[in-house]
C-alpha cells in the first residue's frame, strides 16, 4: 500500500533492502518468495529502489539467532540503504520488546522500517499503533508455542509420533509409529553383527555394497551406528521429552540383544574403530615376550622393494633396548596359535569333557545369580514409588518429594536394566546347541584370517614367545591350562609403529605348563550371548 504520510519527494528512488523471515511451524506463515513479492510490490508502488534481499528460512522469531537479519544489521551500521521493507511487524523480532528494540536500533542508524501489510504514520499515534501490533504479534507467538507443545504432550500420552519417526519406523494412520519390514530387518541385522563385535566400518561398508541407505539417503559410515545403537525405541520404548513409556510402539528387537549390544559398546571399543585388514594383529593385547614378560606388539614395515611386512616386537626391546627377544612374522605366528587351538579343539574327548563342564559351568553361573536379589530391590522401589504418588495424589507436592520422585524411577530404570542383563547371562542353551556349535567351529578354514580371529578371541587367553617355543594359555575357568609347542621362525625385520595392547600377567614358569587336555569353559559364557 502507499505511504501517505510522506511526501514522494522523501522517499522516490530512495535505497530500500527487504527482509523476509518463515517459520517452518507455522502453517499460516507466508513463504519466503511470499512475503518478497509482496514486499516488492509495495517498493514499486512507493518508488522504492531495491538493493538487496535478506531471507532467514525456517527460522523461529522466538529467537534472534538469524544470520541474515545480523547481516542487515551490520550493512546498515555502513549506511548501505535507507529503507527496511518487511512483510508484517511479526518478521522484526521475536516478541513485542525485541522488535520494538530492532526498530530503534535501526532508527538510531538512519534507516526506517516500513510493513507491507501494515501501514504505520511516522508520528505518536502510528508508533502507538506499531506497539500494540507487536503486542498482538507476541500474544499470538506465545500462543501458538502453547498450542504446539499441548498438542505434542496429548501426542504423547497416547504413544503417539512426535517430530521425526527414526529408521526402521513410519507413521501410521493414528498417528502412531508402526514398523516399517526392510528398515526394521536392517536394524536387528545391525544389532546383530554389533553384538558379535564386528567393526561399525566393516557393517557400514557392507550396506553400502547392497545399496542400503541410511535415514537421511546417504551412506553409512562409523558414525551412522552409535545414535542408532543407543536408541530405546528399538526395544519398544516410547520416548518424548520426560515420556517414557514402556511397550508403547512397535518392538524391533528384544531386550536381550540391546543389552548384549549395550555391553559390547562399553567393553569392546574396537567395534567403533577404523578397520585396517591388511593391518590387523590378532594377537594384540594376548601376546608376551617369552624373555622378559613385556607385551609385544604389530608393528610393520617395507622392504626396498616396495613390499609390505608385518610383524610382532617385544615392547621392552623396542623402547629399552634390554631384551634380546627377534621379532616375529605376524601371519607365520598367527598361524601356528590358530593350527594349535583347532588341533585341541577337534579332540573328542575334550568335546565331551566340555559339554559336561559348561553344564556345570551354567548350573554354577544361575546359582549365583543376582536376579532375586534386583527383583526384590525393584519390589521395595516399586512399593516407595506407589506411596509417594499417593502423597502427591493428596497434595503433598514439594521440591523433596518431585527430586525423590525422579530418583526412584531412576532407581527402578536401573534395576529393570540390571534384571534384564542377568537375564541374559543365563539364557537357557542346551547341550546340542552347544555340540552343534563346536562342530560348525571345527569345519572353519584355519588359513582364513576371520576363521583365526574367531578361534583367537573364544579360546586363548595369553600366548607367551621363546625362541624355540610357544606357550599358549588357554581360557579357563578352574585351574590355569597351558599347552606348548615348538617354535623355530624367527624374522628379524626392524621398523617403527605401535599398536595398543593390554598388560596381563607375567609368562607362565615350568611348572604350571600342561600337554595334557586344554580347558575352555570361559568363553562358552560368552557363546550363551553368540548362539
Same mark, same amino acid.
Given at each position: 500500500m502507499p505511504l501517505g504520510s510522506l511526501r514522494s519527494s522523501d522517499i522516490h528512488g530512495a535505497s530500500a533492502v527487504i527482509y523476509a523471515r518463515y517459520s517452518s511451524h507455522s502453517q499460516r506463515d507466508a513463504s519466503i518468495e511470499q512475503q518478497v513479492a509482496e514486499c516488492q510490490k509495495f517498493a514499486a508502488a512507493n518508488h522504492l529502489t531495491v538493493i538487496s534481499v535478506y531471507a532467514d528460512r525456517a527460522v523461529s522469531g522466538r529467537t534472534d539467532r538469524r544470520a541474515e537479519f545480523q547481516k542487515l544489521m551490520r550493512d546498515a551500521s555502513k549506511g548501505l540503504f535507507r529503507y527496511v521493507i518487511a512483510w508484517k511487524s511479526s518478521r522484526l523480532g521475536r516478541n513485542m520488546l525485541e522488535a520494538m528494540i530492532n526498530d530503534a536500533r535501526l532508527r538510531e542508524l538512519g534507516v526506517r522500517t516500513l510493513y507491507a501489510e501494515e501501514d504505520f504514520d511516522d508520528t505518536a499515534a502510528g508508533r502507538f499503533a506499531l506497539r500494540n501490533m507487536m503486542n498482538v504479534n507476541q500474544f499470538y507467538s506465545e500462543n501458538m508455542a502453547e498450542d504446539i507443545r499441548r498438542g505434542m504432550h496429548d501426542n504423547a500420552e497416547k504413544c503417539r509420533v512426535n517430530g521425526k519417526v527414526g529408521y526402521g519406523f513410519r507413521k501410521g494412520e493414528d498417528g502412531k509409529y508402526t514398523i516399517d519390514p526392510k528398515e526394521a530387518a536392517v536394524v536387528r541385522e545391525i544389532f546383530e553383527r554389533v553384538s558379535l563385535s564386528e567393526p561399525f566400518v566393516d557393517i557400514g561398508a557392507d550396506l553400502n555394497a547392497r545399496g542400503i541407505k541410511t535415514a537421511s539417503g546417504g551412506l553409512w559410515t562409523k558414525s551412522s551406528f552409535q545414535n542408532l545403537l543407543l536408541n530405546e525405541r528399538y526395544r519398544g520404548v516410547y520416548l518424548w521429552g520426560t515420556t517414557r513409556v514402556e511397550g508403547g510402539i512397535p518392538r524391533i528387537i528384544s531386550d536381550v540383544l540391546f543389552y548384549r549390544v549395550q555391553e559390547v559398546l562399553k567393553t569392546k571399543k574396537h567395534v567403533r574403530g577404523r578397520h585396517v585388514a591388511a593391518g590387523e594383529y590378532?594377537?594384540?593385547? +594376548?601376546?608376551? &615376550?617369552?624373555? &622378559?614378560? !613385556?607385551?609385544?606388539?604389530?608393528? !610393520?614395515?617395507?622392504? /626396498?622393494?616396495?613390499? +609390505?611386512?608385518?610383524?610382532?616386537?617385544?615392547?621392552?626391546? /623396542?623402547?629399552?633396548?634390554?631384551?634380546?627377544? +627377534?621379532?616375529?612374522?605376524?601371519?607365520?605366528? =598367527? *598361524? *601356528?596359535?590358530?593350527? %594349535?587351538? /583347532?588341533?585341541?579343539?577337534?579332540?573328542?574327548?575334550?568335546?565331551?569333557?566340555?559339554? =559336561?563342564?559348561?553344564?556345570?559351568?551354567? %548350573?554354577?553361573?544361575?546359582?549365583?545369580?543376582?536376579? *532375586? %536379589?534386583? =527383583?526384590?530391590?525393584? !519390589?521395595?522401589?516399586?512399593? %516407595?514409588? +506407589?506411596n509417594l504418588v499417593s502423597a502427591i495424589e493428596q497434595g503433598l507436592v514439594s521440591q523433596t518429594t518431585r527430586e525423590r520422585l525422579s530418583e526412584l524411577e531412576k532407581q527402578r530404570r536401573d534395576l529393570e536394566i540390571q534384571i534384564k542383563l542377568e537375564q541374559a547371562a543365563t539364557l537357557d542353551v542346551t547341550r546340542e546347541q552347544i555340540e552343534a556349535w563346536l562342530k560348525a567351529f571345527i569345519k572353519g578354514e584355519v588359513d582364513s584370517r576371520k576363521y583365526q580371529e574367531k578361534l583367537i578371541d573364544t579360546f586363548v587367553h595369553a600366548v607367551y614367545l621363546y625362541d624355540d617355543e610357544l606357550r599358549i594359555v588357554c581360557n579357563y575357568t578352574g585351574q590355569a591350562s597351558t599347552v606348548s609347542i615348538p617354535f623355530s621362525e624367527v624374522d628379524a625385520l626392524g621398523s617403527s609403529g605401535s599398536c595398543s595392547y593390554k598388560l596381563y600377567t607375567g609368562s607362565p614358569k615350568e611348572s604350571q605348563t600342561n600337554q595334557g587336555a586344554v580347558y575352555f569353559l570361559g568363553p562358552l559364557f560368552v557363546l550363551v550371548h553368540r548362539l
Open positions: 590378532l594377537l594384540t593385547g +594376548k601376546l608376551f &615376550c617369552g624373555h &622378559c614378560g !613385556s607385551p609385544m606388539i604389530g608393528l !610393520s614395515g617395507t622392504s /626396498r622393494n616396495g613390499d +609390505k611386512y608385518y610383524y610382532y616386537v617385544c615392547q621392552k626391546k /623396542r623402547t629399552e633396548k634390554t631384551c634380546k627377544k +627377534k621379532n616375529v612374522r605376524r601371519d607365520f605366528l =598367527e *598361524q *601356528q596359535v590358530a593350527d %594349535a587351538i /583347532r588341533s585341541i579343539i577337534m579332540q573328542p574327548e575334550y568335546v565331551d569333557w566340555l559339554l =559336561e563342564g559348561y553344564e556345570s559351568f551354567v %548350573a554354577d553361573n544361575r546359582a549365583h545369580s543376582l536376579i *532375586q %536379589a534386583y =527383583e526384590s530391590e525393584l !519390589s521395595d522401589v516399586n512399593r %516407595a514409588l +506407589k
